[in-house]
């Protein structure tokens, strides 16, 4: 049960939730931090939050994003934040953009949320602030900017999501 507030987040992997172990190790995606970073924060917005997958964007499958375009489309509620890794990040929001009535906002992050200098914290609360004041719609919340998600590419050498006419 959920009311108009409440903000489901539902988490994928991505940048945001890699973990690395030690010199050895790669990167590797384990349980999510957000359920954490949101209790620091203090965030007192009614939010659940579900994880869905736990996988780099670029292993993400036609029908992983399906199932996550079928369980938005299940939930009552209206608002959305979901973590996603960058690579892919615009390929999932144009799945998505056939959702009427629901704000979807995209977060993910350049840094892991793990490490002291991650953009992770930063951009979730955005995608919370853009969750609850934004129209029905599909959204990246990415450096500092909410921007429809339709009208932006992620520019690898800038390390930022930029206007497509920009490019």
């Known amino acids: 049960m959920t009311n108009d507030d409440t903000i489901q987040v539902l988490t994928t992997g991505g940048t945001i939730?890699?973990?690395?172990f030690d010199s050895l190790s790669e990167y590797q995606?384990?349980?999510t931090i957000v359920t954490r970073l949101l209790e620091i924060a203090r965030v007192t917005q009614p939010h659940r939050v579900?994880?869905?997958?736990?996988?780099?964007?670029?292993?993400?499958s036609e029908e992983d994003r399906a199932?996550?375009?079928?369980?938005?489309?299940?939930?009552e509620a209206k608002r959305f934040v979901i973590t996603h890794g960058t690579?892919?990040?615009?390929?999932?929001?144009?799945?998505l953009s056939g959702i009427?009535?629901?704000v979807i906002i995209l977060v993910g992050a350049f840094t892991p949320a793990r490490?002291?200098?991650?953009?992770?914290?930063?951009?979730?609360?955005?995608a919370f602030a853009a969750a609850q004041t934004a129209a029905p719609g599909v959204y990246i919340a990415m450096n500092g900017t909410i921007s429809n998600a339709a009208e932006v590419v992620k520019d690898r050498a800038k390390g930022a999501f930029v206007r497509r006419d920009a490019q």
Do not use: C, H, W
């Open 17 to 20: 939730d890699k973990q690395y």
């Open 29 to 31: 995606i384990t349980d």
């Open 50 to 60: 579900e994880e869905m997958f736990r996988k780099d964007s670029n292993d993400l």
């Open 67 to 75: 199932a996550l375009v079928a369980r938005i489309r299940a939930d």
């Open 87 to 95: 690579d892919t990040m615009t390929v999932t929001a144009e799945s």
């Open 100 to 102: 009427p009535g629901k």
């Open 115 to 126: 490490f002291a200098e991650s953009d992770a914290v930063f951009n979730l609360g955005m």
